[in-house]
């Protein structure tokens, strides 16, 4: 389906955006992942709703609900940030300093069209270490990056290492069958960095209904996960 260079589509279907993000799963190299996104920038937002993709709100609202700072001056680190939706929504919440680091240029420039963002940077995933300062953030937040065939699970580490002391890590990740064993060892990681009194955790949530699924293995919604950490200090 073919669409005009800077237009998104508006007769796109569920089944559209389902052919889609199966391909993407298929993409495994950094390089193939970020020509995958750049592709899929035009038609981003509007397939993300058709999803009733709720990650970014549920971890916006599961910041701001533990969050006891001053928000006007908390500084942010939108880890993928894509074109913008997690922070978009933590604006709305009251937080105002957004940086973002993703590896899609195409994508960056939607993040850039936002307005939200200080400083936005690429990033390859899985090449280049986070190219950010050490312990400078309040909040570190992940949404929709973490899972099977997108980010290694070493970055992790590298979050913890970006925010402050008392700092807070805001993870997601999808609970179908296809990224089990990827959830798993995420949550085999982050409890690995609690044993190490690197962090400790604020709330795990469960969520039933994480966006629509799109897998054959998979019907209805697909659940996925929230973690919020707090670095020691």
Request: proline letters at 2%.
């Amino acid at each position: 389906m073919h669409t005009t260079a800077g237009m998104a589509n508006t007769s796109r279907t569920i089944s559209d955006v389902r052919n889609v993000i199966l391909s993407a799963h298929k993409n495994t190299g950094a390089q193939e992942k970020v020509g995958f996104y750049d592709t899929w920038a035009e038609n981003y937002e509007q397939d993300v709703a058709l999803l009733d993709y709720r990650a970014p709100l549920l971890a916006a609202e599961c910041v701001s609900s533990f969050f006891t700072g001053d928000r006007e001056k908390a500084t942010v680190l939108d880890v993928a940030c894509g074109s913008g939706l997690v922070s978009a929504h933590l604006k709305k919440m009251g937080f105002q300093h957004f940086v973002g680091v993703d590896g899609s240029l195409r994508m960056l420039e939607l993040a850039k069209k936002t307005g939200l963002y200080q400083q936005l940077t690429q990033c390859l995933f899985g090449q280049d270490q986070i190219s950010v300062e050490t312990e400078t953030y309040d909040i570190v937040i992940i949404v929709g990056a973490l899972s099977v065939g997108h980010l290694p699970l070493t970055v992790i580490r590298e979050l913890w290492d970006a925010t402050k002391p008392g700092g807070y890590v805001c993870m997601t990740t999808r609970g179908n069958a296809d990224n089990r064993e990827y959830k798993a060892e995420l949550e085999q990681i982050i409890k690995a960095l609690e044993e190490e009194q690197k962090w400790s955790r604020v709330t795990v949530d469960e969520v039933e209904e994480w966006e629509r699924a799109v897998s054959e293995q998979d019907s209805g919604y697909i659940p996925g996960a929230i973690y919020l950490y707090q670095k020691r200090i």
